[in-house]
């Protein structure tokens, strides 16, 4: 293999599943002419990274799964050297592709009472396992970031909390589960985006800390996971200046942050992953084509994730890189490929799902993080309320009727009328803007009812979210649920009967 060759294998940029033939065509360009390493799945281009959650009202979501297995096996047949396939699936396939089993987010997984590690491990594995029969070889997950600012736009519930220890040890549990799977998965976004108050898909966080403080919060979970033999890291868009001469680098093109802080002095020894090229904090700092690829390379990333400028960037490395250098990295990749068995690729069978051992976990799951963080409560009084005709029921941000209060069984009378009201909440998004995607007028309404009378509250969704319910304490109960699933449903109806 020529220089070009072997630079290639770097190289993973994205592919959509939901796309026009031209644009599969491109791709197989890429592969053919370009001999690239790899492929990034992401759902369509209304989806990816640049255009953050601006999916289009018209695209046809149809078949999305097994249009992915079809690209796949398509993009695998036509490559010299077998792709390494990957997809940033945090909370699992579902992140990115319709009907396919949803985890829970990493902030509900870290509200585990019990034996959380293990629960953890168990979640990545079986995660892992519907990627690897999937034809995926790598997720781009989980998040080691430690989310310090309850306001940030783009971590929050990715984050297993904000306490760094604990972070340190689930964002290494769901490592080993993906890695017991037999997939790769990588710790991201080194140095860490816990507490940052800008999305890097739209513009440049900058973190105003001392390598100290860094070194008690930030890096700790990816020091913890470096002592314990994390194999990939994934570097993110964000600049921390005391430790690029004041500069506003993002850390992803840093040679400071990347070769002698994360490589040399934390000892890390395996490959680094580049966020993606795309995204706003660096697209825009390289307007000639390559550039940007170029400096990614020499900040010391092996593996170039989402680059718009593919022959450029070969080009760019190829002219500045010596051949020694450009070894080392190859044989990372090749031996990566190896390890998890990129190069024995077969035809993918479009695999079914347990869908009963999935809701079993859920369950499992739900029974040990949902809690009453607030108050308590008292299920024969709610039953008897409830026969008396005195118990009233509202729910908030929902277009019908809920699992849960179809599964409560319970006669309620209209809030108004009743002595004690339940109220239940499903928060509309799991993002803070726009208060979670919670009417103000609505927010304003729950906080009254909450001082008129004795109200529980049934908060599914982001527990970030209950700061804009008021005073927590104005409510007689509140049992924070964290997630929608109907199994998650069921577990509560249970603290109520």
Partial sequence: MNKSQKIAQCFSPAAFIHDSEENYQAIEKLIQEQEIGGLTFFHSRHSAAANFEKRAETLDVAGTFEKLITLINRYQKLSKIPLLISIDGEYGLAMRIEKTPQYPFAITLGALKKDAEQWVEEVGYHMGMDMKRSGIHLNLAPCADVNTNPNNPVIGYRSFGDDAEKVAKLSFAAYSGMKKAGIGACLKHFPGHGDTAVDSHLGLPILHKSKEELKTEELLPFQYGIDRGVEMIMVGHLAVPALTVGKDLPASISRELITDLLKEEMGFQGLVISDALNMKAVANLFPEPGELEWQAFHAGNDILCFSDHVKEGIQKISQNTSDEEVNAVFGKIIDLKKRLGVMESKTIEVPTFDWDQHSRLQKD??????????????????????????????????????????????????????????????????????QFGMDQAVLVEIQKLAKSKPCILVHFGNPLALKHLGNLENFEAVVCAFQGFEEVQEVVVKLFL
């Fill in 365 to 434: 799951l739900a029974k040990n993080y949902v809690s009453v963080i607030w108050g308590e409560l008292n299920p024969s009084e709610i039953q008897a309320l409830a026969k008396a005709g005195k118990l009233g029921y509202n729910e908030f941000f929902t277009q019908t009727a809920s699992h849960f209060s179809l599964n409560l069984k319970l006669d309620f009378e209209t809030a108004d009328k009743a002595e004690k009201v339940i109220l239940t909440v499903f928060v509309p998004s799991h993002k803070p803007l726009n």
